[in-house]
């Protein structure tokens, strides 16, 4: 498995070349209702291209139900919302590996303010995610797994999307 560092660099560098990859739109719409394809379309060129190699380390994995496939190319689309340069994207990693404290408290501010929105993006996004999905028509099953999948996959053990929860945080941390 690659050290969080490594993986870091790694989508830092795949973000800054982002403008120089093509972005498999059929992929996407194979998977995607016209309004979902147009909520992946208004996602930054880098968060498109870290979903699709999001959705192709699921579809890896095995047999891939169509929830897991929508919550693996939108899990990021609430990200739109406050677009972040990509150093802004690396602030809140940084802090919370070193004060998850910190985190935690500069994430409850106010996205509006420059300086917390990286941290309340951070935090957020995973809700935004959810509601855009919902409100576009995404499935159910769907919009839980996107709500949920930066929190810890213990805390749901016993739920019964418990092992999509993991694919797709298998996926997202390995991209």
Known sequence: MTSPPVLRLRQGVRALLAFSQPVEADLAAAYLTPS????????????????L??????????????ELAIAALLHDVGKS???????????????????PAM???????????????????????????????ASAGAPADAVW???????????????????LLKRLQTADDAN
Request: charged share 15%.
């Open 145 to 163: 797994l996107i709500e949920h999948h930066q929190q810890n996959e213990a805390r749901w053990r016993g739920h019964r999307l418990h092992y």
């Open 36 to 51: 979902l394809l147009s909520l992946f379309a208004g996602m930054r060129r880098s968060e498109q291209l870290h979903s």
């Open 81 to 99: 919302r406050y677009p972040l340069a990509l150093w802004q994207k690396t602030v809140p990693v940084i802090v919370r590996a070193l004060s």
């Open 53 to 66: 190699n999001v959705l192709r380390a699921v579809l890896a994995q095995g047999e891939t139900p169509l």
């Open 103 to 133: 985190q935690a408290k500069l994430s409850s501010g106010d996205p509006s303010v420059l300086w917390q929105r990286p941290f309340v993006v951070y935090a957020q996004h995973p809700a935004w995610s959810a509601e855009l999905a």
